[in-house]
């Protein structure tokens, strides 16, 4: 009897850590939302004296699993290679496409035309309003700039305890990411970059940095970074801090009462054309996660309706808006690596959320195209971060198993599409 009962206490204490532990990690992602919104360094302030939301909502507390039993994944759309606009760097935190000529026909109901063209793609007036967001023009600028500015100041930011917010001699910002294990560090530096192969640019800029003792960028902080206790030469990512930006909550087409985002034009032209550029950019969001495994934005929302009915009704983890509505994709850790290691915890999420999309971007589309029908995402993917990141070599890339997983992801996504073109008529 007495082995019995202590059998049935430890597993009561273990749930019990498990509780805190989740607990604190969604309060702690819940307050640097709230800090990002209230307290931006150098931006003005949003809904001041509103109540802040603490409510735990997210799994985030599965980012810690070790590496878990690693999963075994089992027509034509024309492909074309495509080259990126790009505008030059300016001075503000969110870089457009061309003037703002395009901000005053985001108002009111649509008036321009279908929303859709070709059956499944969002059209052509649409895409030319939305902005271009990091263009790889500003981003290679901003990289270059981050490996060789001086860090003058750590402070607490940019979620968990273990990462920290770092200002720079100019002035300017940026998230230091320092783990719970190098896979994060490895699966947020892949997944931005993957996000560049895709013609994505929802996702801040990035660079590895390597935290040595001989290092003159990390000199003037190097009291603070012995007391965080990270260790000599581990390799942390930066990403650009982006100053006044608000929270995103799920729209009404991809919660859990809905039947989904599909190019019906009868629902879509009730909205207006600041809501379907939105909605384009979801559509993006979508591809992105189930690419990338990412359980830690609308999967976890979707996991936590268990518990939690009006989660989708607050803000979205790691997705935050632009004064002019535009999303930044942040915090993207969970992706790629770790997402893939814990991915029989949350496949059934992730094909739930794309299964309820069938509108697409079309670049989006032609790119995934374009990998599955040359199978070459892991050649392409690592000659990219190997010739855009110095320490690609010290931070390492996927496995080949983690490699397939990927390629397995792209060859589903493209044989989803196909689906929304039978359904939804020819390209």
Known sequence: ??????????????C??????????????????HKRRFSTPGAGSFHQGLPVDLSAKTFRALLAVPAAQRPHLGGRLDAHNLTDQSVSAGSGDFHVNGDNKGSTQREGPVKLGSPVEDGIFWSQWLEDLLPLGFSEEYARAWRRKARTCRVVKLETGCGRISNQLATFADGTKACVRYGINADQVQGETLTYYLATLLGITNVPPLILSQLSGDSEQWADVRTRVD????SDRAVVSLTEWISNLTGVVTPAPLRQDSS?????LDELRNKTTAELLELMQWSDLVVFDY???????LVSNLFSLQWDSRVMERDTNNLLRTPRGDLVFIDNEAGLVHGFRVLNMWEKYHSSVLNSVCVFRKRTTQRVAELHRRRDSRHRLLEL????????????????????VLQDRIDRLYQHILHCRGKYGQL
């Open 16 to 33: 019990a850590l498990a509780s805190v532990f989740y607990v604190w990690s969604a309060l702690e992602s819940r307050l640097e939302r």
């Open 291 to 297: 690419l990338t495994a990412n359980f830690d934005r």
């Open 227 to 230: 007391g965080l206790q990270w």
């Open 385 to 404: 971060y190997r010739d855009s990141e110095p320490l690609s070599q010290e931070s390492g890339f996927l496995s080949d198993e983690h490699a397939g």
């Open 260 to 264: 989904g985002l599909h190019p019906v």
């Open 1 to 14: 009897m007495k082995p019995l009962s202590a059998n049935l206490f430890a597993l009561l204490f273990l």
